[in-house]
């Protein structure tokens, strides 16, 4: 995620920018109940075509990572979503478990998500609720042992929040725009701490995943103009409505968008195919973004490693944030469309910088969000060194000194949980001094050990 630097007047221009676009006269009906006709695909070998070939033995190496099927009904009037679930879950922590923690994000971001017909291996099991119904307990009837699998299932139904108020509005439906991040029941990371849950600060990111396969199936309204993390394998219209399939995998997550007013313009740059998705009168914005996509996917590339897909999809949405990153996809906010404004190039780089520094090398980005902001902002400093030279450099400084400066240069530590800063704090520290503490490593260790460091730091 990109933060403004200007955090309370920003959103106030924002939310007065917004109104600008009308929202549309929709007549609802309601969504008619998903059918999860097939059985849960166990071929892994369908998620090489959206991997670059040099990652394909990964899939054997991560075979069981959950493998999520998902199916979609989005109602006419686009903010009530149906869906059923089936995950293949397993046990690769060290203990045996004895629950599985889902994460139901629409009960904080301002929606509201249920559940029902929850099974485990096809029998009805009695689950339970903790932080604001954004936590679903499914208890395990024997527990589950290390290495051991369980199949998961459940249907589920949301009503989508229609403003950008909570959490930048990475799941509304608003200005035309449908924006589903983490819209389904997700698997809560388990590691050292436990099951990792919490109510994420407003400030940050809202998830922590592991690396996961989907196999996504989308029946809409046929006007909107769908894009979904992974590789759409299939496109059926059928009158007014319209069959989507995606497969995703490895990512950690599924994100999905739509808008009657998307139009999509396509690059190719070193074997992956760039799709931005926007309202046609952000044209000039569009080529200026692809420009820094493609040139910071070819520094990233020869500085960190490959980047891991076949696809890179752009969408505009109005959220609050400057731009937001999702396995192989980018949001970028609409209103810094137009290159006048002079914030594209930085958010469109540090957004895909983060393509390596959260999604390739995954970390916890509630409790350490300085391993993929502060990183994201060092790699954005690198492009503008590599791309314009010592101006490029002292451009992007500046950047980050003026971040730190604006909270007074506070010697606040780098490393703490969103939850410990205050908004003006996470962007001054996690944005700024943190992207300043790599500069400083760098300076420590020498260039040339610091680029073998951030070499294997995203190949092993
Ligand atoms: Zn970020």
């Not at 496109?235 to 007014?240: D, L, S, T, V, Y």
């Not at 190719?268 to 914005?285: I, N, W």
């Not at 060194?385 to 909270?407: A, H, K």
Request: proline share 5%; charged share 20%; hydrophobic share 40%.
């Amino acid at each position: 995620m990109k933060k403004f630097l200007l955090l309370t007047s920003t959103l106030l221009f924002l939310t007065s920018c917004l109104t600008l676009f009308p929202q549309p006269q929709a007549s609802p009906t309601p969504p008619a109940s998903p059918t999860q006709s097939q059985t849960i695909e166990t071929d892994l070998s369908i998620f090489n075509d959206g991997l670059n070939p040099i990652y394909h033995p990964v899939i054997d190496t991560l075979s069981s990572a959950s493998l999520y099927q998902l199916d979609f009904v989005i109602a006419d009037d686009l903010y009530h979503i149906t869906g059923k679930e089936t995950v293949n879950y397993t046990n690769n922590e060290d203990v045996p478990l004895n629950e599985v923690h889902f994460r139901l994000f629409p009960n904080i971001l301002g929606g509201e998500m249920t559940v029902e017909n929850i099974l485990v291996n096809g029998v009805s099991v009695q689950e339970k609720y903790k932080l604001n119904d954004s936590l679903l307990i499914v208890p395990l009837e024997k527990p589950l042992q290390v290495h051991e699998s369980v199949k998961i299932s459940m249907d589920f139904a949301m009503t989508i929040a229609t403003s950008v108020d909570l959490n930048y509005g990475v799941q509304a439906y608003d200005s035309n725009v449908l924006a589903l991040a983490h819209a389904y029941p997700m698997i809560a990371v388990y590691n050292h701490e436990g099951w990792n849950s919490e109510i994420p600060p407003q400030s940050g990111d809202v998830i922590f995943a592991d690396m996961s396969f989907f196999v996504v199936t989308v029946d809409a309204p046929s006007d909107l103009v769908l894009v979904g993390s992974g590789r759409e394998t299939k496109h059926e219209e059928n009158g007014n409505r319209q069959q989507v399939r995606y497969e995703a995998g490895l990512v950690r997550d599924f994100y999905l968008t739509g808008s009657p007013n998307y139009q999509e313009f396509v690059r190719e740059v070193d074997g992956v195919t760039l799709r931005f998705y926007t309202d046609g009168d952000y044209k000039a914005g569009v080529e200026e973004a692809l420009n820094f996509a493609e040139e910071s996917i070819k520094i990233f590339n020869g500085r960190y490693a490959p980047y891991p897909y076949t696809e890179l999809d752009f969408v505009s949405t109005p959220t609050l944030a400057l731009g937001i990153e999702y396995p192989g996809m980018i949001a970028i906010t609409e209103w810094i469309m137009d290159p006048q404004i002079g914030y594209l190039e930085a958010t469109v780089v540090h957004e895909v910088a983060h393509q390596w520094f959260y999604n390739l090398v995954g970390n916890d980005q509630l409790d350490e969000p300085w391993l993929d902001e502060s990183m994201a902002q060092f790699a954005t400093l690198q492009y503008f060194t590599d791309r314009y030279s010592e101006d490029g450099y002292f451009e992007f400084l500046s950047e980050l000194e003026g971040r730190w400066f604006y909270i007074g240069e506070e010697k606040i530590p780098v490393g703490l949980p969103v939850r410990d800063y205050s908004d003006a704090e996470y962007s001054g520290i996690v944005y700024g001094r943190g992207g300043l503490f790599f500069i400083a490593l760098e300076e420590k260790i020498g260039s040339e050990n610091f680029d073998t460091f951030m070499k294997k730091l995203c190949n092993e």
